[in-house]
């Protein structure tokens, strides 16, 4: 009796890394702030940085092998 007891009360480490597994709950205003970072900061100077990044490799492209057309 005591063996079937303890044979229902103890876990398989499978059991315990179901448990630990699972993610904590994100808050909804942790996501609210992430959300308003990605689209209010980082996307911005993203954007900004790829358009002045593609203007630059174009200008230096044309220092060394001259205008279009040339």
Known sequence: MLDRDM???????????KIQAQPAPVSRRRELQVFLFLTVVLFPVLAVLL???????VWI??????????
């Open 7 to 17: 044979q229902m009360h103890a876990t398989t480490p499978s059991d315990e890394t």
């Open 51 to 57: 358009v002045s990044g593609f203007g630059f490799v």
């Open 61 to 70: 492209w044309q220092m060394i092998f001259g205008p279009p057309g040339s």
